[in-house]
């Protein structure tokens, strides 16, 4: 299924004119902690504690749905008309690192993992050889194409790493079934995984490329895909690195192709939460989050959900409870590990991460980005 706007798969594409990006200035390769104002735990507790810090980039015509938060100095970002970007200071400065042929095929890239300041790996989506994988292991002066998709039936929505060298992207559904790639050398070589461990896909189902977070994962070996378009919402789950699945439905409803859930947090092999809901402007979307304590075998509705609409969602490293959820109206938070969520502050974001060190980015449409800082 191919829908125009937002959504699943190819449902997101909104691909611009190419254009060449101006260079921002450099930066140093530095670890400048850029600490001033990051959000503490008691911050998260106060509700007018934090809000977000807009960053600007200069990228005021680029949506950036792929974002990699290395810390609290350092973030990634991978958006339409094949822009990538990349800070060291905290935001204060960007540097356009996009790679060039991406520019000039004015790639949608939705996806972004970074490992630390110089190495990433950003994928890009689109029907056949527009699904493609890109790796840079100096900062993004040059990068590697390691991955072209070569079946026109396939569409790759998100990518995921277990740790620097293994790691997943999935297609919709080929032959009925989701198509799973894998690397274990750092995303410089993949290869289709078989798919006979994988569950039959629904009529219809496919994952959403809005936020990066269709796809996740949480240690060595466990992984999470989140589904939607179909008559249920599902989540998928693997414990062998994506050799076989074990499939669960969510309450987030769904049975429409701009229904189910867009995005997936696991903090560990077991505590997860799920958001999504109806991307369409205006549309209601209630039980629109959902919580799973048993590695989503499992899934119950939260008790007050997001008021809307969310597309990416990520839990907070201070508090084992703190989660943040992102959407085209506002953001959320909560602090009772997704059973109760209440309006952060409001302002347009598709994608949020947090590091280890408490640095938590939001990025999404006009060129947004910014940083979870105290009031």
Known sequence: MRLVGIGMCAAVLLVGVAAAPAPAAPVEEVGSSASSGVASAADLRDPHGVGWALKATGKDTVRFRGLAAVNRSTAWLAGSKGTVLRTVDGGRAWRDVSPPGAVAEALELRDIEAFDARRAVALSIGEGEASRVLRTEDGGATWTETFRNPDPRAFYDCLTFFDSRHGLAVSDPVDGKFRVLSTDDGGRNWRVLPDAGMPAALPGEAGFAASGQCL???????????????????????????????????????????????????????????????????????????????????????????????????????????????????????????RTWRALEEGSYDTVDCAADGGCWASGEKGRVARLERR
């Open 216 to 338: 996740v994962a949480a240690g060595s070996r466990d992984v999470w895909l989140a589904t939607g378009g179909s008559t249920v919402a599902r989540v998928l789950h693997s414990a062998d690195r994506g050799r076989t699945w074990r499939v669960t439905q969510s309450p987030v409803p769904a049975g429409d192709p701009a229904r189910g859930v867009f995005a997936l947090a696991f903090r560990d092999r077991t505590t997860g939460l799920a958001v999504g809901g109806d991307y369409r402007t205006g549309e209601a979307s209630p039980r629109a989050a959902a919580v799973s304590a048993d590695g989503g075998r499992t899934w119950r509705p939260s008790t007050t959900p997001p008021p809307a609409y969310r597309s990416g969602v990520t839990w907070h490293p201070y508090l084992r409870t703190a989660a943040l959820a992102v959407g085209p109206t506002g953001t959320d938070v909560t602090l009772d590990g997704g």
